[in-house]
T-cell receptor, first 113, second 113 residues
Framework: DAGVIQSPRHEVTEMGQEVTLRCKPISGHNSLFWYRQTMMRGLELLIYFNNNVPIDDSGMPEDRFSAKMPNASFSTLKIQPSEPRDSAVYFCASQGENTGELFFGEGSRLTVL | DQQVKQNSPSLSVQEGRISILNCDYT??????FLWYKKYPAEGPTFLIS?????DKNEDGRFTVFLNKSAKHLSLHIVPSQPGDSAVYFC????????????FGTGTRLQVFP
């Protein structure tokens, strides 16, 4: 029974480079969320989709961040250009209809040097 | 503007004793509350939830209490076990499903022998 799958698990890049994080939600789930975990702010919601449509992107910090969900089984979070302050763990989570529980992936740890 | 606050970044409890983790929120429209548990290098996993129409929900060793007038909830773990050592996140939502979860900053619980 596959859970939420994220890739890469770890990414080290240099400032200014483009970073793309990927997520495959649980099959049949219709909502997908991108969170960022930092020490100061905990789990911070960046954006979420319902039925592949972005519903709320108010948490996206800057125009350097963008997210897409081209189909029900795939989403990307892109940072271009990346900066050292973007270093964090990025989590993807999915949610089924008629359930309040989110299922999280294992996260992508991003380090921007 | 942190709508969900966990003011204790860490808590240390002896095995067998009670662990009490606290959470405060500012938005009186929140209708659904959850606790998530997170081990290092893993994604958060759902632990227990409570609807705003209740003031208590129990699941084995875990009990969540909700005080709506004080905008406060707490998670009680009795008895605490070393395997409970993790970061605990409190989360709140305006609706039961298809809505974003707002997380607190987390409390790191350490249960020692």
């Amino acid at each position: 029974d596959a859970g939420v799958i994220q890739s890469p698990r770890h990414e080290v890049t240099e400032m200014g480079q483009e970073v793309t994080l990927r997520c495959k939600p649980i099959s049949g789930h219709n909502s997908l969320f991108w969170y960022r975990q930092t020490m100061m702010r905990g789990l911070e919601l960046l954006i979420y989709f319902n039925n592949n449509v972005p519903i709320d992107d108010s948490g996206m910090p800057e125009d350097r961040f963008s997210a897409k969900m081209p189909n029900a089984s795939f989403s990307t979070l892109k940072i271009q250009p990346s900066e050292p302050r973007d270093s964090a763990v990025y989590f993807c989570a999915s949610q089924g209809e008629n359930t309040g529980e989110l299922f999280f992936g294992e996260g992508s740890r991003l380090t921007v040097l | 503007d942190q709508q969900v606050k966990q003011n204790s970044p860490s808590l240390s409890v002896q095995e067998g004793r009670i662990s009490i983790l606290n959470c405060d929120y500012t938005n009186s429209m929140f209708d659904y509350f959850l606790w998530y548990k997170k081990y290092p290098a893993e994604g958060p996993t759902f632990l227990i939830s409570i609807s705003s129409i209740k003031d208590k929900n129990e699941d084995g060793r875990f009990t969540v209490f909700l005080n709506k007038s004080a905008k406060h909830l707490s998670l009680h773990i009795v008895p605490s076990q070393p395997g409970d050592s993790a970061v605990y996140f409190c989360a709140a939502s305006l609706t039961y499903n298809t809505d974003k979860l707002i997380f607190g900053t987390g409390t790191r619980l350490q249960v020692f022998p």
